[in-house]
């Protein structure tokens, strides 16, 4: 599988795992899709969530300001990024 496709798959497991609150495993499938797609904007702020969720402030203030590099327009991103600095998830 192409790195794209694997990357793709990771994804959408992690979103599964957002969804039944599993941080940990979301955040393994998304470390996972990131190292295969480093610029992928979804990828780095749904990372950034799962982090937060886990209270993971730094690494989490991190994914998102990788994403609003990218995409400075993009909500989620600084939604992630509040949340940081505000301590909540």
């Known amino acids: 599988m192409i790195p794209e496709e694997s990357a793709r798959a990771l994804f959408f497991e992690a979103l599964e795992h957002l969804e039944r609150e599993d941080y940990a495993a979301a955040e393994a499938r998304l ?3 990131h190292r295969l797609v480093p610029e992928r904007v979804s990828v780095l702020t749904n990372l950034s969530a799962a982090l937060l969720r886990q209270e993971k402030i730094d690494d989490a203030a991190k994914y998102a300001a990788q994403a609003l590099a990218l995409d400075p327009g993009n909500a989620q991103g ?3 990024l509040a949340g940081c600095r505000s301590g909540t998830g």
Request: avoid cysteine; aromatic fraction near 16%.
């Open 31 to 33: 470390r996972e899709a």
């Open 78 to 80: 600084w939604l992630n």
